[in-house]
């Protein structure tokens, strides 16, 4: 069965440090691969997403994050965080099986806390 | 402004009550999607709808009801019968398409006593 794993449920760094979230999946298939953040009380946004192409996917914020097929994860970093990056990050990758397309299988999360 | 609105923010029932929660989106998507969010449990998949007048039983159907009646609106009841209601639920849209990113609404925060 698919499954996507972040490695760190919380994450404290102190602000202008780089951070790194990680993210590992299962799938016997190609799939799309997703990151969201979301904020205290509120929906998610989507930071990025990878399809196909480069494995170097860059999104908003700052953010960006590698697809490396062999080791099946998606990373996601930011070289400078801000205590307004202060929230939980989702991972999320594609259903891989017919009728189900859009469908998203998220991982736990991860908090990260960015101190001043 | 286009997106998806959820209502209301916050929602207070006693045990055994039904309640239903409203999802409505501009954004012409032709999926729909209800999520529960548990601390530390991530997002996890209740029901979704690819197209009108149909939708599909997610990871955690029971206790839960949907109808989709009509493109830009997809209400989720929550039944007596679900055995912990208490929790955050999100809607969501997107087109019907793999890899297209899911659109989500601000979240219903349900409590139920």
């Known amino acids: 069965a698919q499954s996507v794993t972040q490695l760190d449920s919380q994450v404290p760094v102190f602000e202008e440090a780089p951070v790194e979230l990680r993210c590992n999946y299962s799938?016997?298939?190609?799939?799309?691969l997703f990151w969201y953040v979301q904020y205290p009380n509120q929906g998610l946004q989507l930071l990025l997403k990878y399809l196909s192409g480069s494995t170097l996917v860059k999104g908003i914020n700052g953010f960006e994050a590698e697809f490396n097929k062999s080791q099946t994860s998606f990373h996601l970093r930011k070289p400078s965080v801000h205590i307004s990056d202060t929230a939980e990050y989702f991972c999320a990758v594609s259903r891989d099986y017919g009728g189900s397309q859009g469908n998203l299988i998220f991982g736990k999360g991860t908090k990260l806390s960015v101190k001043p | 402004d286009g997106g998806i609105t959820q209502s209301p923010k916050y929602l207070f029932r006693k045990e055994g009550q039904n309640v239903t929660l409203s999802c409505e989106q501009n954004l012409n998507h032709d999926a729909m999607y209800w999520y529960r969010q548990d601390p530390g449990q991530g997002l996890r998949l209740i029901y979704y709808s690819q197209i009108v007048n149909d939708f599909q039983k997610g990871d955690i159907a029971e206790g839960y009801s949907v109808s989709r009646e009509k493109k830009e609106s997809f209400p989720l009841t929550v039944t007596s019968a679900q055995k912990n209601p208490t929790a955050f639920y999100l809607c969501?849209?997107?087109?019907?398409?793999?890899?297209?990113?899911?659109?989500f609404g601000p979240g219903t925060r349900l409590t139920v006593t």
């Open positions: 969501a849209s997107s087109w019907q398409k793999g890899g297209n990113e899911q659109y």
């Open positions: 799938s016997s298939v190609s799939v799309y």
